[in-house]
């Protein structure tokens, strides 16, 4: 792995056209309100969207989601309306597995509805951290690619389109076929499942979006290229992760240490997540026993920075 030193060197030879003015802020929002996405009662309505969305304005200045199926909960026509009424927009996201799903249900839906939604859709993402869980190679990730940059053309969208994966993976050669496909690229970092204290949260998420981006404009050269970290956060409770611990607290300082000199940096970045999940199945951790004495949980339920239908966040989401 190249060194902290040599990276923020090659890193800081590109920035400048992107330090001039701060990232944009947006937040990665749950569609679902149970796992069985076949049940209608399950899934979000655009009345529920439509507040979530409000809600997010109001309280952080935000007006981007992401998102990550354009199929699921028959997601397109619920959401995008919300979006229109609220003037949000939406970096949206494909589900690249199975090759069966993405082609009878992911493609059709976008070819649908994306011609009367341009102004609403920011950006398109085929895969989320596809390369990383090995469900596809970066060759099979780039045809989908552009399989979606032709949809994209024939709606007459100007938006550019892409992939998410972790920062590891974005750091890997066999990435590259990926990353030359791609005009928009969202690296995910997590301090916290680096197992990082909260004293070296910030320098490890730098270190690993610097890799990323390092890496991807080496690929990428002369050719101009949208880029976010696609997920970054640190959870208010569940189970510790080696030396990363949950809580309200320690999500609030990597909020102000962490996500927002990024955004100061000049990089876009999209938080996950809105709001807390609290269907989501979450493991019991082996061994682990909470303060209570109780076996801890994991942490995927809480990553919100609002609580399931709060309207207060859970800690100060300004950036001084
Ligand atoms: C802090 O983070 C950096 C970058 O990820 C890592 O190289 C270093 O080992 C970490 N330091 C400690 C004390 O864990």
């Given amino acids: 792995m190249p060194s902290l030193i040599t990276v923020a060197k090659a890193t800081l030879l590109a920035l400048p ?18 796992l069985d996405h076949k049940i209608e009662a399950n899934c979000k309505t655009t009345a529920e969207f439509t507040s979530e969305l409000e809600l997010i304005k109001k309280v952080t200045g935000s007006n ?16 995008l309306p919300a979006l229109k009424k609220t003037n949000s927009k939406v970096v949206l996201g494909m589900w690249s597995q199975t090759d069966e799903h993405f082609q009878k249900n992911e493609v059709p839906a976008l070819e649908k509805y994306l011609p009367e939604y341009k102004d609403q859709v920011i950006g398109v993402t085929v895969g989320s951290e596809a390369l990383y869980r090995k469900e596809e190679t970066a060759e099979q990730l780039s045809k989908k690619i552009l399989q979606v940059k032709e949809i994209v053309k024939k709606a007459g969208a100007d938006i550019p389109v892409g992939f998410a994966d972790t920062w590891n993976l974005l750091i890997l050669d066999s990435a590259n076929p990926a990353i030359e496909a791609s005009d928009l690229i969202l690296a995910n970092a997590f301090s916290y499942w680096q197992g990082q204290t909260m004293a070296n949260a910030t320098h490890s998420f730098f270190d690993d979006i610097m890799q990323a981006l390092a890496h991807i404009q080496k690929v990428k050269g002369a050719t101009p290229f949208e880029f976010w970290v696609g997920e970054t956060n640190w959870p208010t409770d569940g189970a510790s992760f080696e030396n990363s611990v949950p809580s309200v607290e320690n999500a ?9 000199p990024m955004l100061k940096w000049g990089v876009n970045v999209f938080v996950f997540e809105a709001f807390d999940e609290p269907h989501k199945e979450s493991a019991q951790v082996e061994g ?3 303060k209570d004495g109780k076996v801890e949980e994991n942490v995927e339920k809480y990553w919100g920075v609002f609580e399931e239908g ?3 966040p859970k800690f100060d989401l300004t950036c001084l």
Avoid: H, M
């Fill in 64 to 79: 981007i989601i992401r998102l990550y199926t354009t199929s699921d909960c028959n997601l397109l026509p619920r959401v």
């Fill in 310 to 312: 709060a309207t207060k």
């Fill in 17 to 34: 056209a992107l330090a001039s003015a701060a990232g944009q802020l947006g937040f990665s929002l749950g569609f679902a309100k149970g």
């Fill in 252 to 260: 609030a300082t990597y909020w102000k240490e962490a996500i927002c």
């Fill in 288 to 290: 682990k026993k909470g």
